[in-house]
């Protein structure tokens, strides 16, 4: 029963390159969440999808950050032309729907990304 | 404002004993869920508790019992019988009914670390 997958676990880039971030989702999950964790900070929503649709992206930078869940495969997390602020750990959480038991988040073990 | 506040950086417990982290948290959503979510050096995030704003009763989970105080919109985490196993970061996370889906915001979190 495999939770929900994140890779590249660990991920360097350098300024200017691009970063893909991969999730799958637990099975049967058909939300994905994805969160930035910044050194020394809590966890900060960025995105939230279903199959196909962004539903919600308030937390998303407004350049260079890009999130699909295409209906085959898993979700991504593009981030463009990276900078040093980028470096965080990305977090990927889902859940089975709306509504489902207590809405608990499932999530992955992350993705950590340094931009030299 | 901020809506979810832990005011603990850090917090040191004598193994055996127990030990409340706060967590504070504003919202006008009548409809609410708080969660406490747990994360080791290793980095992944692991849920320990949820409480419902409708819920009569504070929540347990073995160890781990919430002290709900709606009318201060309080959450505090109590962990009994602390194990040196429990040295991590917390976090306290609220979601919110008019919010997308499960979309949570964290609190910063309480660096717990239980000595011997």
């Known amino acids: 029963n495999a939770g929900v997958m994140q890779n590249p676990r660990h991920l360097v880039r350098r300024r200017g390159q691009e970063a893909r971030l991969r999730c799958s989702p637990m099975k049967g999950h058909s939300h994905v969440y994805w969160y930035r964790q910044l050194p020394e900070e809590g966890l900060k929503f960025m995105v939230y999808?279903?199959?196909?649709?962004?539903?919600?992206e308030s937390g998303m930078p407004k350049e260079r950050f890009s999130a699909e869940f295409p209906k085959e495969g898993p979700s991504i997390l593009r981030i463009q032309q990276v900078v040093r602020g980028d470096s965080a750990a990305y977090f990927c959480?889902?859940?089975?729907?709306?509504?489902?038991?207590?809405?608990?988040?499932?999530f992955g073990e992350g993705s950590r990304l340094t931009v030299l | 404002a901020q809506k979810i506040t832990q005011t603990q950086p850090g917090m040191f417990v004598q193994e055996k004993e127990a030990v409340t982290l706060d967590c504070t948290y504003d919202?006008?959503?009548?409809?609410?869920?708080l969660f406490w979510y747990k994360q080791p050096s290793s980095g992944e995030m692991i849920f320990l508790i949820y409480q419902g704003s409708y819920d009569q009763q504070n929540a347990t989970e073995g160890r781990y019992s919430l002290n709900f105080q709606k009318a201060r919109k309080s959450a505090n985490l109590v962990i009994s019988a602390s194990q040196l196993g429990d040295s991590a970061m917390y976090f306290c996370?609220?979601?919110?009914?008019?919010?997308?889906?499960?979309?949570?915001?964290f609190g910063t979190g309480t660096q717990l670390k239980v000595e011997l």
């Open positions: 999808l279903q199959k196909e649709n962004i539903i919600d």
């Open positions: 996370a609220m979601r919110e009914r008019g919010g997308g889906g499960n979309k949570l915001t």
């Open positions: 919202t006008s959503d009548p409809s609410y869920g």
């Open positions: 959480a889902s859940t089975p729907g709306q509504g489902a038991n207590t809405g608990e988040l499932f």
